[in-house]
């Protein structure tokens, strides 16, 4: 039997409300009675956007679509292996309606747990959800006006990159500080961070997460190796570091939400590693199933590039923190 993934182009509806648009599988189609996003396979020799533009018609009579890329992705859960190229539009004409006799309903994101999805609609939604750009905070100083100077530049940092309608995503990484110390201060970041209603991810334990109602946890390579399933529940972030092609596999296995895959270019805080380059980037990154973001070097008018080569976004220390 040919084990080759199929390509399906997935398109997922956003209203003015935030809520999303899924058909549910008709009963004689495999995964009958589960819901997903519109979508089908791509016809030999068509285009992934043209596959998008004729699906969408055929299923639920929607034309015109404004779409944007949000994740291209393999998997192998359901009945065959199949390569899901997702778009988020934001833009169509028509009313959206079941043209196959199939339900559709708009769904707001909280509803969605009430609703049998197909297995990896969870990647889809990650993509949708995170952010373009992740800041890794630089270290703190010791004295009292450089810890001053690092809130204000984290407070402008944080007003700064909240882009696409999405919130600031930051992890608080610092090697230096004992677990006391990175306690107090994880606790008066996540205060700043409300204020501007960004989410942060700690590095250290997961009952520190839970303690401060931080929005997730980030690991590093290191640590999520000894992990055989994710460590934290999955209301909170899961992210963890990466470096190659199976790491980032091991990273989608244990259901991390999201990977960074360093180094793109050379960087200061980790000069003795090889740069991967934008094709080595993408070789790495591959068909994951989880979004992936380009650190090392990395500015935020990196973002361009990074899309172009299937990045969920750009990640970074120096690039993304002002005065830096
Ligand atoms: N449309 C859609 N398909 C998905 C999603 N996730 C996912 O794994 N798939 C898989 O992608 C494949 C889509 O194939 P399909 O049978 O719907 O394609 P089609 O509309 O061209 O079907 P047809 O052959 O009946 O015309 C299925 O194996 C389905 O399980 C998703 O979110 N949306």
């Not at 070097?297 to 008018?301: I, K, L, N, Q, V």
């Given at each position: 039997m040919d084990r080759a993934p199929l390509d399906i182009a997935v398109g997922v509806l956003v209203d003015d409300h935030d809520r999303l648009l899924i058909a549910r599988r008709r009963a004689d189609t495999p995964g009958a009675g589960y819901w997903e996003f519109p979508g089908g396979k791509r016809e030999p020799g068509e285009s992934v956007a043209a596959c998008l533009s004729r699906e969408l018609a055929e299923e639920i009579?929607?034309?015109?679509l404004t779409s944007r890329s949000l994740i291209r992705f393999s998997h192998d859960r359901g009945p065959r292996p199949v390569r899901l190229h997702v778009a988020r539009i934001d833009n169509w004409t028509g009313e959206p309606a079941g043209q196959e006799g199939q339900q559709v309903r708009w769904c707001a994101q909280n509803d969605l747990s009430d609703v049998e999805l197909l297995p990896a609609t969870n990647v889809i939604l990650a993509a949708l959800n995170l952010p373009p750009l992740y800041i890794i905070t630089p270290s703190i100083g010791r004295g009292r006006s450089a810890r001053q100077s690092w809130f204000d530049a984290l407070d402008r940092a944080l007003r700064a990159h909240v882009g696409d309608g999405t919130k600031a995503f930051v992890r608080l990484r610092q090697?230096?500080?004992?677990d006391d110390d990175y306690a107090d201060l994880a606790k008066r970041v996540l205060e700043h961070a409300r204020r501007q209603q960004a989410r942060v991810l700690l590095d250290r334990s997961v009952a520190l997460v839970e303690r401060l109602s931080a929005d997730g946890l980030h690991c590093s390579t290191r640590r999520a190796q000894r992990m055989d399933k994710r460590p934290i529940a999955d209301n909170y972030w899961f992210g963890v570091s990466t470096h190659s092609a199976d790491e980032l596999t091991h990273a989608a296995a244990i259901n991390a939400d999201f990977a960074t895959l360093s180094p793109v270019a050379a960087t200061e805080t980790h000069s003795e590693a090889r740069p991967l380059g934008w094709p080595g980037f993408e070789d790495a990154r591959g068909e994951a199933a989880l979004p992936v973001y380009a650190l090392g070097?990395?500015?935020?008018?990196d973002l361009g590039a990074a899309r172009d080569h299937y990045a969920q976004g750009v990640a970074g220390i120096r690039g993304f923190w002002p005065g830096s």
């Open positions: 009579g929607v034309t015109d090697p230096g500080l004992d070097g990395m500015r935020p008018d």
